[in-house]
């Protein structure tokens, strides 16, 4: 039975290559698969599989040319934009994907007014020295989005380099293409379930715990708070599994939101780990969602709350034990 090309598999570390880096003899005449990568779903892995076989077909090392900002930051940076993956996320997914590194180019005003003809001859063969490229089927670049596949395919002929045009991926079943704007859409309604579907494993979020007001522990749930940015989650309760820093993996209950019964305050993600006395403050922590238990909602008072967390605490170790959804974290 072939290898799976795009399951996930530990590797040491990613090289990444950046503005102004000279590029690294491990990366030398990469073949690379372009553009956000925010979330890297199925679509996603359908072009590190392609760009990865490509390499073997040329000999060559596989990688990604993604881009930071994300060009919607870029372009419209007072609007609040729902990232899936930061940098640090989207470069540990693709760490266990089999590549060779990846390529982080600055999206600045000298990037978006590059001409598509430039951005090829220029930026991918000048600059990177790239033998070849894979590109998604709606993938566009240059200055105005001029680019198309289509043009893409003719200026990499002309400019040496190999090119390949993967389609769109569906989920099955006569879905839709799979897409960062679905998943996103899916976790705002607190669908986590079609959220991992789509990606293929479970969303993650990472970030430091941070010390609270100490009100979970009075309660009988002590909780690693971790504050999310630009996070348009649905408020509510989850299913998670948490991966400390020592490698551990811990399952647990999450309650993401403004805490009604108390303060109303800004959004949170309070995690109350099973069966853990430790101390987390100050240590990144990475939190899996496996399941969407209940919305957010206030209660009368604190008693009510911590009946109904006894149960939405059943309820996550129910939905953590029937749960086969891969990690993309170990």
Known sequence: MPRDETAPRPVASLPVHRDGEAVPEGLAGAVAALGNFDGIHKGHRALIAA??????????????????????????????????????????????????????????????????????????????????????????????????????????????????????????????????????????????????????YRWFVEGEVRHGDKRGRTLGFPTANVALEACALAHGIYAVRVRLRDGGVRDGVASYGRRPTFDDGAPLLETYLFDFSGDLYGQRIAIEFVGFIRGEARFDSAEALVTRMHEDAAEARRMLAEDRTPSMLG
């Open 51 to 200: 760009v990865r076989e490509m390499a073997a077909e040329l000999g060559r090392p596989s990688a990604v040319l993604t881009f930071e900002p994300h060009p919607r930051v870029f372009f419209s940076p007072e609007a609040t934009m729902f990232r899936l993956t930061g940098e640090p996320e989207k470069l540990a997914v693709l760490q266990r994907l089999g590549l060779d590194g990846a390529f982080v180019r600055r999206f600045d005003s000298g990037l978006a007014g590059t001409g598509a003809a430039a951005f090829v001859a220029d930026t991918l063969k000048g600059e990177l020295g790239l033998s070849g490229v894979v590109i998604g089927h709606d993938f566009h670049f240059g200055r105005g989005r001029e680019g198309t596949p289509a043009m893409l395919e003719a200026l990499c002929a002309e400019n040496g380099l190999a090119c390949r045009i993967v389609p769109a991926v569906a989920a099955g079943g006569g879905e839709a293409p799979v897409s960062s704007s679905a998943i996103r859409a899916a976790l705002e309604a607190g669908d986590v379930a079609t959220a991992n579907h789509l990606l293929g």
